[in-house]
């Protein structure tokens, strides 16, 4: 956040002014503080509170994010005009400067989503004792909770409810969920169990005066929730629980920096943990139920290659359907939704000979085919040379979910939704068998078997989380296959003999992240070191060329770059400096 900046005060004011206040406008393009002074007749001023303030001859909203004390100023300072709301509680504004500093984006844009959607003039704190929990709780979570928090390891098979009643023994408890619809389901379930439920942002006043649950999507990471007791994050797997625009904050390291300044437990939950989290709990605090055979459904990998005629310029050419597709489509009792996030063309890049997959030696991200081989994440580039067998001979892997739906139409024999982000309204119709992109997973409300067509595009992506979204859009397939009599998923792979893809058929996640670990390890990625996409023009490119050691810069676009380091205060230090000169700095992004 920029410097502090004096507010002269305006000629002729006869106001009697007290104590003074530091606040932040709700000015786009403005990352500074200011100091206002607070009239008598507002008496005290709470950190937090959003007022109104005169800048630059304009009215406008700003927080307030510090009481000023000492020495009385050389000068006179502007009053404030008004105080118009209750705002985020004080604890809440220091975390907000936290991930200010963490997340290198303005401290402005995170205090906007820790307040209230509607003005609110004033509190009445409720005298209700929080409600603990009244149900068994599990055991091991228990010991969890009382170790601090950590990682639980639920199945997507399973209900959450258990794993709640653990926290919810802890008095007032706040849950970050991925998506509304989720958050929405839980609240409605607590309160017909008799407990007193808040949904953000709809419930910001019922929450901030004290009920037993706050719970909501990802801004709930910010809600009011006086006197919490413990905080649950569900599906942290979920990247929806990382906001993509700056600042690029995720919902777990914020909810687990707040159970820390509070001093309160904090529970990750997710069917497979991503690394950042497992690396937080560690080992001892990362609990894994005993397994049973309904945690996950049935698992097929399969290999759709039908023919690989190096004279063909479309080769590697993969058969649309499988065998074991096509058996699922012509049996009429069955749903079938089959998942191809292509909506155009596939950028996978294959050998004609030996159909291995062109990927990266720096950073493992699949690559493009330009007049070399192009590595989208880190910029690295290599001859049309294939790293399995040397053969020069590659092609793109083509697919596009439009032609993709007239071929299971022919071999299906019946009529195929096709279903996108743009589909609106979907639901199960009367149709049974859907194509699209991922966002079918969401649409439908129930089915037999998912099929991923090109399971390859989604575990060769080129960016480093590429494993971890994979793993998620099987979570979401397990869920999507609750009620099913005989569920499957069938995974389409390019080489079902890879161990890379193998490893899918039988999912066992502290085997997956200890995996993950050492490749993020070896290759110096999150969380192992910070790293950040930055957009700027020359001044951007002048500090970089001065930077200091311990930071580590790649070009990957026109004025796009990417910056690593391993010291997380030299890495945030580095980064304020960058926004000071304007430079657009996303941390931890989801696409590289």
Not at 325 to 351: I, M, Q
Not at 384 to 399: E, L, T
């Amino acid at each position: 956040m920029g410097a502090v900046e004096p507010s002269r005060r305006a000629e002729g004011s006869a106001q009697t002014l007290t104590v003074a206040v530091r606040v932040v406008p709700d000015v786009s393009g403005i990352d500074k503080t200011f100091d206002y002074a607070v009239p008598d007749r507002f008496g005290a001023v709470a950190i937090g509170s959003i007022v109104r303030i005169e800048l630059n001859g304009r009215r406008v909203d700003a927080w307030v994010v510090d009481q000023v004390n000492g020495e009385a100023p050389g000068y006179e300072l502007k009053p404030l005009i008004d105080v118009l709301s209750v705002g985020p509680e004080s604890d809440v504004v220091g975390l907000a400067k936290w991930c200010s500093r963490r997340f290198a984006g303005p401290l402005r844009a995170v205090l906007s989503i820790a307040s209230p959607p509607k003005r609110v003039k004033s509190l009445r704190p409720t005298s209700q004792v929080a409600r603990t929990s009244t149900r068994e709780t599990l055991v091991t979570v228990d010991a969890l909770v009382a170790r601090g928090g950590g990682v639980v390891v639920w199945p997507a098979g399973r209900a959450v409810r258990p794993v709640l009643e653990s926290a919810l023994a802890c008095g007032r408890t706040l849950v970050v969920c991925p998506g509304i619809a989720q958050a929405r389901t839980i609240a409605s379930a607590l309160r017909r169990e008799g407990l007193s439920v808040a949904f953000v942002p709809d419930d910001w006043q019922r929450a901030a005066e004290g009920v037993d649950v706050v719970v909501g999507a990802r801004s709930a990471a910010w809600a009011p929730c006086p006197d919490v007791g413990a905080i649950v994050v569900l599906d942290e797997h979920d990247e929806r629980l990382q906001d993509e625009r700056s600042p690029t904050w995720h919902a777990r390291d914020v909810a687990i920096e707040r159970a820390r300044r509070a001093g309160v437990p904090c529970v990750i939950v997710s069917p497979i943990p991503t690394v950042a989290a497992v690396e937080w709990a560690g080992p001892t605090r990362t609990v894994v139920p005993e397994p049973t055979a309904q945690d996950w459904p049935r698992i097929v990998v399969a290999d759709p290659f039908t023919s690989l005629a190096a004279s063909d310029d479309d080769a590697p050419r993969r058969g649309l359907v499988t065998s074991e597709l096509v058996a699922h489509l012509r049996d009429t009792s069955k749903v079938v939704a089959c998942v191809l996030n292509v909506k155009g063309r596939a950028r996978l890049v294959a050998c004609k000979s030996c159909r291995e997959i062109a990927r990266c030696e720096k950073c493992e991200a699949a690559m493009h085919l330009e007049d070399n081989l192009q590595c989208p994440a880190c910029g690295h580039s290599r001859p049309i040379v294939c790293s399995r067998c040397g053969a020069g001979a590659m092609a793109a892997i083509r697919r596009g979910v439009t032609r993709v739906r007239e071929e299971l139409e022919a071999a299906a024999g019946r009529p195929v939704t096709e279903v996108t982000s743009e589909t609106v309204g979907v639901g199960n119709t009367t149709s049974a068998v859907y194509v699209g992109t991922e966002a079918l997973l969401h649409r439908l409300d129930s089915a037999d078997v998912v099929a991923f067509l090109d399971f390859d595009n989604e575990v060769f992506a080129p960016t480093y989380r590429a494993g971890e979204h994979a793993w998620t859009l099987l979570v979401l397939a397990s869920r999507l296959l609750r009620g099913a009599r005989r569920p499957e998923i069938l995974l389409q792979v390019n080489d079902a003999t890879n161990p890379v893809v193998s490893r899918f058929a039988n999912p066992d996640p502290i085997a997956v992240v200890e995996a993950e670990t050492a490749t993020r390890r070896a290759l110096g990625l999150p969380p192992f070191v910070s790293l950040a996409r930055v957009d700027g023009g020359d001044a951007v490119r002048a500090m970089f060329e001065a930077a200091p050691l311990g930071i580590d810069v790649a070009t990957v676009g026109e004025e796009r770059w990417l910056v690593r380091g391993a010291d997380p205060e030299l890495f945030a230090d580095f980064c304020a400096e960058l926004r000071r000169i304007q430079a657009r700095v996303y941390v931890d992004p989801q696409r590289y």
